[in-house]
Nanobody, 121 residues
Framework: VQLVESGGGSVQAGGSLRVSCAVY??????MTWFRQAPGKQREAVTT???????NYADSVKGRFFISQDNAKNTLYLHMNTLKPEDTAMYYCAGTWTVGDMWSDEGRYPYWGQGTQVTVSS
């Protein structure tokens, strides 16, 4: 099993970025994006289930959108109206389990290596 993120980079505040996560070796029932800023705990950003239903952290609602291409086994995070506080390492994570708290990182056995997103003011 392998999760490979790509697409991070630097952008000015107000800009947009899309990060991707290619999934190899398993079909998850739920995929989630987490992020970790320097000196802070990792936090859950958004999740998507196999049926396409989603959840978002309040801090990104209306600005970030999660999507998946099941044919390509790829997860996407579309980030709009980026703010300096969105600067973090972004990780994708996958699991077979559903019905528990989607934001609990302990529920995810598979993780990508992370991709850096930097937003300058």
């Amino acid at each position: 099993v392998q999760l490979v993120e790509s697409g991070g980079g630097s952008v000015q505040a107000g800009g947009s970025l899309r990060v991707s996560c290619a999934v190899y070796g398993f079909t998850p029932r739920r995929m989630t994006w987490f992020r970790q800023a320097p000196g802070k705990q990792r936090e859950a950003v958004t999740t998507i289930y196999l049926d396409g239903s989603t959840n978002y952290a309040d801090s990104v609602k209306g600005r970030f959108f999660i999507s998946q291409d099941n044919a390509k086994n790829t997860l996407y995070l579309h980030m709009n109206t980026l703010k300096p506080e969105d600067t973090a390492m972004y990780y994708c994570a996958g699991t077979w389990t559903v019905g528990d708290m989607w934001s609990d990182e302990g529920r995810y056995p598979y993780w990508g290596q992370g991709t850096q997103v930097t937003v300058s003011s």
